[in-house]
């Protein structure tokens, strides 16, 4: 099967998006490290479009934050991979987030620093290259190349009791890629990765029932140009178990499960459902998170830490 590129050598990429978004925060807002009061490890990995033999969106993204109460700050790191056709990025950044305690509530103000770096292949995947035979090459795309450029982002993450909401700016610098065989003296005609902004919000609600929570919250994404909307309710089950439904605006319906042990470890899985017209083809999507977040104590020892309001 044959998947032609997404991206091509002269526009913008957009950011990959997660359907367990609220997992990922960190990812798309410095100013959630140390959010959790906790360090927290985590890692979310995603296969999109398991129709298509070849060249379909993977994503990897690990991250550790921790708070450092002394300085009334927080630390994270992260470290994002991803191939999708002919390219492939690995980025690591380093967030710092100042918390300031306010009358009522947290407010992170956070900003990240790293490196992104971005490898091309030109060689296109046909049938008859996948048998053996000629392997095709487009003179517009560099036939090997692999680039590194400076990237850095900007966020604010609010927090009081049940409730919490962030807004946030990556790639403010919009780095631009540089490849052999490109216009070195226009910009404009190289790939760069495109500023983009993120707006978070939750809220858990306590139901009649003890034993029932429901949370609902809404993530946007928009570079501008291509804007992602998403509407996520789960219902919470003795604080433990959890399950819930994500709609994406005109894109995915997103089933998803889960379950916070009491060890600190926490695990959820969701299925794509695409609603988009590639969906006679793509197959669905398939997302899965693991964090663990412990507590470390004054004389050393790991404290056991279970929290569903800090995801």
């Known amino acids: 099967m044959i998947l032609f590129a997404t991206v091509e050598i002269t526009f913008a990429q957009s950011d990959a998006h ?3 978004f609220e997992f990922n925060t960190l990812n798309y807002n410095p100013g959630y490290a140390g959010s959790n009061d906790a360090i927290c490890v985590t890692s979310v990995h995603r296969q999109q479009w398991l129709g298509f033999e070849e060249g379909r969106p993977q994503t990897t993204v690990f991250s550790v934050d921790m708070p450092i109460n002394a300085i009334s700050s927080g630390v994270g790191l992260t470290v994002f991979q991803e191939s999708i056709g002919f ?3 690995l980025s690591i ?4 987030a100042y918390r300031l305690e306010l009358d009522y509530g947290t407010l992170g103000i956070g900003v990240n620093l790293g490196m992104i770096s971005r490898s091309i292949n030109g060689d296109w995947i046909t049938p008859e290259s996948l048998n053996g035979g000629q392997v095709y090459s487009d003179p517009v795309i560099p036939h090997m190349d692999s680039k590194m450029v400076f990237d850095v982002g900007f966020g604010a993450y609010y927090r009081y009791d049940n409730f919490y909401a962030g807004i946030s700016s990556l790639h ?7 490849f052999n065989g490109s216009d070195g003296g226009d910009d404009s005609k190289n790939p760069f990765v495109k500023r983009s902004y993120y707006i978070v919000g939750g809220y858990i609600y306590q139901l009649p029932n003890p034993m029932f929570e429901l949370k609902p919250s809404v993530l946007v994404q928009t570079d501008f ?8 309710g789960q219902f919470i089950f003795n604080k433990k178990f959890w399950g819930g439904v994500t709609y994406r605006y005109d894109d ?6 889960g379950v916070h042990l009491l060890n600190g470890i926490s695990v959820g899985y969701s299925y794509d459902i695409d609603l988009s017209d590639i969906a006679a083809y793509a197959g669905g999507s398939h997302e899965i998170v693991v964090r663990y977040c412990f507590n470390m104590d004054m004389g050393g020892g790991v404290g056991r830490y279970r929290s569903v309001r800090r995801l």
Do not use: H, W
Not at 252 to 257: C, D, E, Q, R
């Open 252 to 257: 995915a319906i997103v089933p998803m499960l």
């Open 93 to 96: 950044s380093a967030s710092y």
């Open 225 to 232: 140009v291509a804007t992602e909307f998403s509407v996520n």
């Open 87 to 89: 390219q492939k990025d």
């Open 18 to 20: 997660f359907s367990l």
């Open 172 to 178: 403010i610098a919009q780095p631009v890629f540089k």
